[in-house]
């Protein structure tokens, strides 16, 4: 127990010893604090907006169906004849099946595609559409104005707006409008009893492999996706753009290992002096390195840190404005959304690996080498 | 090739480690070929100076060496959705066939640089560095395996391709898919009950007798390195099998999930380190009569022995806990 005691002690003085020798060169330590908590902020925000954005596309992906069954004419996509929807409600394990009409519209007057969907409510009315409030800021339209359509037989179609998706729903219905199915058809000259695409609901989804290898056997021409294939889709998209822009990171922590390496090697005359005197004042090599290793400790602990908390402020709250051009992706109309906050020990972990490890592995040799010098030398120096 | 953060921050470490063990490894080749603590040249000091560093590293590379091979693990199992049919990090793992010779070879590495450590701290404690050879040998053993470990990381992240959606129509489900499935292989768990209970028990006897008395170090060592194997076999046979409360369901790794608080943390790290330091007071043993250590060994392998006795304490007491209170019951 006294051993302990006076282990910690050891550690404590030395730690504080430490302290005061970090705060005496203020200059030399602040610079490299300095490039170490921006190379922490850089890694940090990449990481958090990464991490945020997946789980945003897992929860919006939770409310898609199980199953999409598109056709395939000359490897494009094509319309679903409604006998397919009949054929595949057949398979069992299948509890329903819809067909689903929708699309994409150009709008000439602000250069916006707009998804066009049909409505499934029953209670729709004909000419009235509910809309996102992407495109509501995009045309100034409120609840009751018109919105003008052309349709693809060039007869204009007048939209009454009868409601606008709250922006709570941005993500998924900013460009959204919902129509009748009725003005669906009208609209896009769309035969009729064919649907863009099928939704399958299947009653246990530890089936949907089994249903979706019997459609694909039974409708050659079919392409079915699961929901957990397009989760994985998006997962390792988001992970690829995420490692994409970390490789191209990877320069600057780099640059960021050679200056430590180099800080901790170009040991200064007034270090080099102090190092001699507390070795020839009984200090042994193992007291210098264990102050070396606090040194790194202490350094590397304030730079993460303060580096992760400015990445969660950059990130949750001022919505990640370095990152998010290159990893969002780009539209006219583009959701306004703010970001979950997301940290766990995980990421903590990644960006420790990637920044304190190689900055502790920079300054092992340098350290040892001060550690080592002999006290007469130093002295001297 | 796969470019997620976390793989590339394990390759990242798995690069340094290996890089900072070939640095010591030359120097420890060195210092086996040219130590000669009587003389006192200016090369003798430099060596001398030379194993302050390796030290340091190998500390360095021991703790790298534990983190990292928990978020290997995490990994895996985080990865485990980009593969249809792996339901956790047993079907990562699975992918190809780097997978789990990279984790048999990171936990083995792990105990090397722990033992290495246990006999570096009883070398540091003589005068004369009378365990510098044994030292710097098993340094040279070491080496290879770290090398290797970084290898079979780059084959391994290298050879990963995430089932995602192709253009070509359901491809996916068209062919008979290889199964991902956690099912590992497991022995019956009655037998492995009792021989996870009697090792324990030996180690446990074997550690109080030589805690006390001093006598057959070597009994305690043998059996608590066994126990380890066994435990860790006992795991995939049926302590896993109370926490998931499933009798099917032998995977080792979902224990590391939230779902079960964590607890394959605790497990591992008590059932690791209590085999460090099991292995490490085995390995004193030979070296207890040199001269310098005549004081100093005995009393490093009466803490292993602590320190082992303490971990596998944790260990059995969590698994009987759950035995009892698990609503699963074997027959």
Redesign the interface.
């Known amino acids: 127990m006294k051993n302990v005691q006076k282990a910690i002690e050891r550690h404590l003085n030395i730690l504080e010893f430490t302290l005061a020798s970090l705060l005496r060169r203020k200059a030399k330590n602040l610079s490299l604090l300095a490039m170490y908590l921006l190379v922490v902020f850089m890694l940090a925000s ?2 958090f907006f ?1 991490t945020a954005l997946k789980r945003e596309a897992a929860i919006i992906l939770d409310d898609a169906p199980d199953m999409v069954v598109q056709r ?1 004419m000359a ?1 494009r996509q094509d319309l679903v004849p409604g006998s397919y929807a009949s054929e595949i409600a057949l398979i069992k394990g299948v509890t329903a099946v819809r067909p689903r009409l929708w699309g994409y519209y150009y709008d000439a007057l602000n250069g916006a595609n707009y998804t066009i969907m049909a409505s499934d409510d029953p209670t729709a009315v004909a000419e009235r559409a509910s809309i996102g409030s992407g495109i509501a800021r995009s045309r100034n339209l409120a609840v009751g104005d018109l919105l003008p359509l052309i349709s693809y037989d060039k007869n204009p179609i007048m939209l009454e707006i009868g409601t606008i998706f709250p922006s709570g729903s941005d993500l998924i219905a900013a460009d959204l409008i919902m129509i009748t199915p009725e003005d669906f058809h009208k609209l896009f000259n769309f035969p009729s009893g064919q649907a863009t695409d099928l939704a399958v609901t299947v009653h246990n989804p530890k089936e949907l ?1 089994t249903v ?2 019997k ?3 039974q409708l ?6 699961l929901k ?6 998006y ?3 988001f ?2 753009r ?3 822009t ?2 191209i990171l990877t320069t600057s922590l780099l640059s960021f290992i050679i200056f430590a390496w180099d800080k901790a090697t170009g040991l200064s005359a007034e270090e080099r002096k102090e190092i001699g005197i507390l070795k020839s004042i009984g200090w042994e ?2 007291d210098v ?1 264990l102050l070396k ?1 606090w040194e790194g400790t202490v350094i590397s602990l304030t730079a993460f840190l303060l580096g992760v908390v400015l990445a969660y402020w950059h990130v949750f709250f001022l919505s990640a404005p370095l990152f998010a051009q290159a990893l969002k992706g780009w539209s006219v109309i583009y959701p306004r959304f703010q970001l979950i906050p997301v940290v766990d020990a ?1 990421q903590l ?2 960006l ?3 920044t304190v ?2 900055y ?2 920079a300054t ?2 340098p ?2 080498r001060a ?2 010098i002999d006290p007469d030398a130093a002295m001297r120096y | 090739m796969i470019l997620h953060p976390a793989a590339l921050a394990l390759l990242l470490i798995a690069l340094l480690v290996s890089g900072l063990g070939i640095y010591a490894g030359y120097y420890g080749v060195r210092i086996l070929a040219r130590w000669d603590p009587v003389s006192g040249s200016e090369e003798q000091l430099e060596l001398e100076r030379r194993t302050y560093l390796i030290s340091t590293i190998m500390s360095y590379i021991l703790s790298f060496e534990l983190m990292s091979l928990f978020l290997f693990v995490y990994t895996a199992d985080d990865l485990h959705t980009l593969f249809t049919g792996a339901m956790c990090a047993a079907g990562t793992l699975a992918v190809n066939p780097f997978g789990y010779p990279a984790l048999l070879i990171k936990i083995v590495n792990f105990l090397l640089a722990g033992v290495w450590l246990i006999v570096n701290y009883a070398d540091n404690k003589g005068y004369d560095y009378p365990l510098i050879k044994i030292k710097y040998e098993l340094l040279n053993l070491l080496v290879p395996l770290l090398a290797l470990e970084c290898c079979l990381l780059f084959a391994y992240f290298a050879g990963i391709k995430p089932n995602i959606i192709t253009s070509c129509c359901g491809s996916l489900f068209s062919r008979e898919s290889v199964s991902l499935g956690g099912n590992l292989s497991s022995l019956p768990h009655l037998p492995m009950q009792m021989a996870f209970f009697s090792g324990m028990i030996i180690t446990a006897l074997s550690g109080l007798y030589y805690y006390l008395r001093g006598r057959a170090c070597y009994l305690f060592s043998i059996s608590a390195t066994v126990t380890f194997l066994i435990s860790t076999t006992s795991i995939i046979s049926f302590i896993c099998l109370y926490f998931y409360e499933l009798p099917t369901h032998h995977c080792p790794f979902c224990l590391l999930q939230k779902e079960y608080y964590y607890v394959g943390y605790l497990l591992y790290a008590t059932l690791f380190s209590g085999a460090v330091a099991g292995i490490g007071a085995g390995l004193l043993m030979p070296f207890r009569k040199i001269g310098s250590l005549l004081h100093i060994i005995p009393g490093i392998q009466r803490s292993l022995t602590l320190i082992t006795l303490v971990c596998y304490l944790i260990f059995s007491l969590i698994t009987v806990w759950k035995i009892v209170f698990s609503a699963l019951k074997l027959g």
Do not use: N
């Open positions: 990449l990481q990464v395939l490897g492999p979706a290898a459609v694909a056997s050659p021409d079919s392409r079915p996706i957990s294939e397009i989760m994985r889709t997962q390792s998209i992970d690829w995420g490692g994409m970390l490789v090599t193992s390195l290793l995980y972990t990644i420790f690996f990637l490890v190689p502790t592995t092992v040799i350290c040892w550690a080592t």
